[in-house]
């Protein structure tokens, strides 16, 4: 599963400036968690779907086969949520013989025929009709909603919208729409007949058997799954799809996509087949299932999710050259989910408690996708955001990687299950090294496939192989919380040329142990130093130098999860910048640079060398530091970026050079960027518009349209915002909603860009936009669990819904005839219920 992302990191900024707010988890009982007590092994599962399209409901036919898992049983009990259950019969070769049930509390209870023993099986029959609408079930800031299937626009009144169906098990809510113990410690092989409309397309796992013509133009597809998976991975999906072909080895890879998308599938989700490869070859471990299909679907209640061999992406995965010429900004997901396939749907977490042993491993695949494909200095990038993913969120450091006492299972799926595991993992690679690291994982996927892990069972495997203890690792990475706070001090023994480093913890509770890359600093040059800090709060280091180092540089490679007290002058950061090998280093002299560029010249001379730095990451974050309307910064690097603006090999540093020249508000750079609006990407695009609004702002208006913003990044999105909203561009008004929502929160983070989403905002509440109002209140839905744990960022969003629902029936009196007016109020007023 991958997460939805919310716009910009803005809650996290809001909660990290409100760190001592009372939160709704505040206070909570403790509840231990235990993993799920199986008395029923599943074996097979076979079903018979079809669909009422008018109604939303599915009509359900069921032999499930099972055993009791060791002590001898005559009850068979099943998740079933928001059914109707019409008949309960044992089958025994096709022969029905009626059985006693008892269905209520979304839990169906069935009386065997006998009592059966572990060694038989049991074939149950159930004919039932799955209501997703009458689910009670809620979601989570992780997945949005928990009806486990879902009909999009099924009635197809929307003309803008598909007609679509799709599941989504993860957590418990396959049971919406087929009996079954809705837990990850079962699995079962599977089978589904789906009969659909002729004219759409079917996905489920697995293999398609058989396409069998019906009546009144139906088709029955028949999809067969002969390995088992957990139930909360079997999916179904139906629509009007492209189905783009593509090939692993002898295994089919195919693409799913909206027709509109189908000349870009391959740029968009084409690299599948290498990582396929990459990953298996990596974990010494091939690809273990059937085919590799991807899909994507409207209105989904997530980012993506791994079904196993069925992937469902959500429609932000959909990208136009636009946008793929800049960075096809899915790619990190569609590596996520298909790690998934080893970590999370070979082997499954067996309780929600692990679910690191999921998660965790498919957050960290991103960093070694990035690695192989893009080099270690892009992979390191992604890493760092991860980190300050974590450290945005406070209440992340009061949580332990696996924990047993979460409040609801869904509260699992946060920064520490997925961000700081990852970095735990990127820890513990480096210190047990590659080759010991990575035979540990084969030997955790060969010992436990097809079954269930967790991270004990992760560190039996890795002790096997490398013969160390690792207790002490997991014991306080995984089973303790937090980390460490470092500050550090120097003395200098000419006599002896001695240099002792002090490395002091300063966080409250537990002292932490861990490896640490010192570098010293001589002539300019780092000399990299290894040690091992111990538990405690201060650790001396002595090493042999030729001279007092100029300084040093504690956790260079940036391997160490924690924070750092660093009081460095900008002459060492420069010598920081120029000298180290390690991306972090010289990101964060860089990083540093942007912020004091106005205050001293080394920073700015940190800044020019950046322009020319090889990492197009780097390039960007100099440029952003600029304002080439000094006469001493456009002396410096003004010549560097007019050739940055035209010919960087990479448009996004294109689109941030021409950002910085038009802080000049030079005529003479009009024709660049007019030519900039006839470019593919829209990083250069959105950039040159956002030049001529300060120049030339009467012809904004007319080239606007230039510019697809449909599903377009956050920070394309926030580069256009203030253009869109000055001149009243309302063809992309709908584009600007999603951001313009959190307008309360991107104040905390960016005041300039904070008022015009405010202004934006106002503008849609006061506008007759019915697509610009769904769109709004739908990224609220999305993250209303996000929100509900802090009651002041609650109270923030139900006063903003309200002030334009006010806003709202001042454009229905103008206008009460308005055929969408009504449905745009409805629609906040459901909005501002769902926060109650």
């Known amino acids: 599963m991958k997460k939805v992302m919310i716009s910009i990191s803005l809650l996290g900024v809001f909660f990290s400036a409100n760190l001592y707010a009372q939160t709704e988890t505040s206070g909570r009982t403790e509840v231990y968690r235990q993993t799920h007590t199986k008395t029923t092994e599943l074996k097979h599962t076979k079903l018979k779907v079809s669909f009422d399209y008018q109604k939303e409901h599915m009509s359900g036919e069921e032999w499930l086969t099972a055993s009791p898992y060791f002590y001898p049983s005559d009850s068979l009990i099943l998740d079933a949520k928001g059914m109707l259950i019409h008949e309960v019969a044992l089958d025994q070769k096709g022969k029905k013989a009626p059985l006693k049930f008892q269905y209520q509390d979304d839990m169906l209870s069935i009386n065997l025929d006998k009592t059966y023993t572990r060694n038989q099986e049991y074939t149950v029959y159930i004919k039932y009709t799955a209501r997703p609408n009458e689910v009670k079930q809620k979601g ?54 789906m009969t659909v409309p002729d004219k759409y397309v079917t996905l489920s796992n697995g293999l398609m058997k058989s396409s069998t013509k019906e009546a009144k133009g139906l088709r029955t597809d028949h999809w067969v799954m002969d390995k088992k998976h957990a139930p909360y991975l079997f999916f179904m999906g139906v629509g009007d799809y492209a189905v783009v072909k593509d090939k692993w080895r ?26 396929m490869e990459f990953f298996s070859k990596r974990l010494n471990y091939d690809y273990p299932w059937s085919k590799y299909s991807q899909m994507t679907a409207r209105d989904y209640v997530s980012g993506a ?23 096809n900004r899915w790619e990190d997901t569609i590596a996520h989910e298909l790690f998934h396939h080893w970590f999370g749907d070979l082997v499954t977490a067996e309780s929600w408690s692990n679910l690191t042993v999921n998660e965790s491993f498919a957050n960290y695949s991103q960093y070694l996708w990035n690695e192989h494909k893009y080099g270690k200095d892009n992979a390191d990038f992604e890493l760092m955001k991860d980190s300050r993913a974590y450290f945005m969120d406070p209440s992340n450091v009061t949580k332990d990687l696996v924990r047993f006492n979460y409040h609801n299972r869904e509260d699992m799926f946060d920064g520490v299950s997925y961000t700081k595991g990852g970095l735990i993992l990127h820890m513990l690679r480096n210190y047990l090294g590659d080759d010991a690291f990575f035979t540990g994982l084969t030997d955790y996927l060969k010992t436990n496939e097809y079954g269930t892990g967790e991270a004990q069972q992760l560190r039996l495997s890795l002790e096997k192989v490398t013969g160390k203890d690792l207790n002490w690792f997991f014991n306080q990475w995984y089973y303790g919380n937090g980390h460490p706070k470092l500050s550090y001090s120097t003395t200098f023994e000419p006599i002896k040329k001695q240099v002792t480093v002090t490395i002091n913890q300063t966080q409250i509770g537990q002292n932490f142990q861990f490896p640490l890359a010192i570098d010293l600093y001589e002539n300019g040059k780092p000399a990299r130093k290894k040690v091992w800090v111990n538990a405690k709060e201060k650790n001396d280091f002595t090493f042999s130098v030729s001279k007092n180092p100029e300084f040093v540089n504690i956790n260079a490679d940036g391997v160490l999860v924690g924070e750092f007290t660093d009081t460095k002058t900008p002459e060492q950061l420069m010598v920081q910048y120029q000298n180290s090998k390690d991306f972090l280093s010289r990101y964060k002299a860089v990083d540093y640079a942007t912020e004091n560029a106005a205050k001293d010249a080394t920073s700015l001379k ?32 003004l010549s560097e970026v007019e050739k940055m603006a035209s010919n960087d090999p990479k448009t996004l540093v294109q689109g941030e050079a021409l950002s910085a020249l038009a802080k000049t508000k030079d005529k003479k ?27 030339d702002p009467v012809r904004v208006v007319a080239l606007a349209d230039k510019i697809d913003l449909e599903g377009a990044s956050d920070d394309l999105i926030a580069t256009m915002l203030p253009v869109i909203v000055k001149n009243k561009i309302e063809k992309q008004m709908p584009a600007i909603a999603s951001t313009a929502a959190f307008y309360p929160f991107l104040k905390f983070q960016n005041p300039e860009l904070g008022a015009a989403a405010e202004d934006g905002f106002n503008w849609i509440m006061s506008s007759d936009n019915l697509k610009a109002t769904e769109n709004v209140t739908k990224i609220l839905g999305q993250v209303k669990s996000q929100i509900a744990q802090n009651p002041q960022a609650k109270m923030m969003i139900v006063k903003i819904l309200q002030d334009g629902l006010a806003k709202k029936m001042v454009v229905l009196k103008a206008n009460p005839t308005s055929p969408t007016i009504n449905k745009q109020i409805d629609l906040i007023n459901k909005t501002i219920e769902s926060y109650k």
């Open 606 to 637: 940190i800044l020019a060398a950046a322009l020319k730095d090889t990492n197009f990451r780097i390039r960007m974050k100099a440029l952003t530091g600029l304002d080439l309307s000094k006469a001493d910064q456009a002396k410096a690097m």
């Open 140 to 193: 989570s800031a992780a997945i949005s909603d928990a009806k486990g299937l879902y009909f999009v626009n099924a009635q197809g009144t929307d003309a803008d919208k598909p007609t679509q169906i799709w599941t989504q098990g993860e957590t418990e809510a396959s049971s919406a729409w087929f009996p079954t113990v809705d837990k990850p410690n079962q699995k079962t092989t599977q089978e589904i007949y």
């Open 250 to 275: 002898n295994i089919s890879v195919d693409y799913y996509v909206e027709k509109e998308f189908e000349p870009y599938a391959k740029q968009i989700f084409g690299n599948t087949p290498e990582m």
């Open 305 to 327: 999710m791994e079904n196993t061999t069925a992937v469902l992406h959500q429609e932000a995965a959909q990208q136009k050259p636009g946008d793929l010429i800049d960075e």
């Open 669 to 695: 750079y009009l024709p660049l960027f007019e030519k900039g609006m006839n470019a593919v990407s829209n990083a250069v695009k959105a950039n040159s518009l956002s030049a001529i609004s300060v120049i």
